[in-house]
């Protein structure tokens, strides 16, 4: 089942899978939008809220995986991992908020007693990072630094538009000798070489901050996003004024302007462009490591991860309990992917 199918990631999603054979149940709040994209595919579908956890827990029960594309997923991942837990239904999902990975990790022991795996971050967050760090690991056994940075996609969906909106005022998280610190927006900013030249890039909240330590066990981590001057400049302005925009009326104000206006990358971006990323880690002495990372477009490739995972649970059952992606399927299942390469410094 893909609940949120009808999303912007939630479509790619679906129109992959049917184009790899597969039969997904479309699910979601809407029932227009749900029904109408079922019937462009003829697939099943089912309408419902999370709200109802009897509802939702008797629907579940009939489905083997579950895959959640709605977010912003601090609103709903809650429900349906509960739900999955209960239903011993496997739950998948695109997250990239670090709460959210942190929550789901605490479930470890509950979704091990019910024999079933929770993976979140099975797209652009964090599948191609999370690789990439363990990869990192491998070549430097005995790393106590891990720093990543990536520049990806050209715009936003407004799925991950609102997640942003919800998080703006929050500032930034880095891990520092193993537990996750809460520091200010644009903390830290560095040059590292993406896309053939050094470029600008801050420090922000990105999801391996929480999962790249259950991945690697490196106790210091951080994350930067190549950008320019100018959005460093605003992010450093939510320092002063983050509370005012995370006010509920400004909050509400600003989500249906976003709902109004973003939609996401074109199809002829999505195809055309890639994403890079870039890996470095450090060893108590001082010796280091980088290694560089080219995908396909983000969205592009959050479709082609989280439907090669689809399929690869599908296929056979991996360890139960809360995973991520390089822990399920090893450090180079980024490379499965096509158009992915991984390059040294």
């Known amino acids: 089942m893909i609940y949120g199918a009808y999303g912007y990631t939630g479509k790619l999603i679906t129109e992959l899978a049917v184009k790899k054979g ?6 979601g709040r809407d029932e227009t939008k749900t029904h109408s994209l079922a019937e462009k595919y003829q697939l099943s579908w089912k309408s419902f809220t999370l709200e109802n956890q009897p509802k939702l827990l008797s629907i579940l029960q009939d489905i083997d995986i579950l895959m959640n594309v709605a977010g912003p997923y601090s609103k709903t991942a809650t429900h349906l991992v509960n739900a999955c837990i209960a239903a011993k239904t496997h739950y998948l999902d695109v997250t990239g908020e670090i709460e959210v990975f942190e929550w789901i990790a605490s479930k470890n022991e509950a979704a091990q007693k019910a024999g079933i795996t929770l993976l979140p971050g099975c ?3 964090v599948v191609p990072s999370d690789c990439l760090a363990a990869i990192l690991k491998t070549k430097m056994p005995d790393a106590t630094h891990l720093s990543l940075a990536f520049k990806g996609v050209s715009s936003f969906s407004r799925g991950t538009a ?4 919800e998080n703006v005022h929050k500032g930034g998280k880095i891990r520092e000798n193993g537990i996750i610190k809460e520091v200010s927006s644009a903390h830290k900013t560095r040059e590292v070489f993406l896309k053939n030249k050094n470029r600008l890039a801050v420090s922000i909240p990105w999801g391996d901050v929480s999962t790249a330590f259950y991945s690697t066990g490196i106790p210091n981590i951080i994350v930067y996003m190549a950008t320019n001057a100018q959005m460093i400049k605003g992010m450093k302005m939510t320092r002063y004024f983050g509370w005012f925009v995370g006010m509920p009326f400004i909050q509400n104000i600003l989500a249906s302007r976003i709902k109004a206006t973003i939609d996401g990358p074109s ?3 999505r195809k055309n462009e890639k994403s890079y990323l870039w890996g470095e880690v450090k060893n108590r002495v001082g010796n280091r490591l980088e290694l560089y990372l080219e ?4 969205y592009q490739l959050t479709a082609l991860t989280a439907v090669k995972i689809i399929q690869k649970l599908a296929k056979e059952p991996i360890s ?3 995973l991520t992606p390089s822990k399920a ?8 992917i096509p158009n992915t390469q991984l390059k040294e410094a």
Do not use: Q, S, V, Y
Request: net charge negative; no cysteine.
């Open 22 to 27: 597969l039969h997904p149940i479309l699910a």
């Open 123 to 125: 797209g652009f967050d």
């Open 162 to 165: 609102l997640t942003m909106l």
């Open 267 to 269: 199809e002829t971006n």
């Open 295 to 298: 995908t396909p477009e983000g």
């Open 320 to 322: 139960t309990g809360f």
């Open 329 to 336: 399927f090893g450090e180079e299942f980024i490379l499965e």
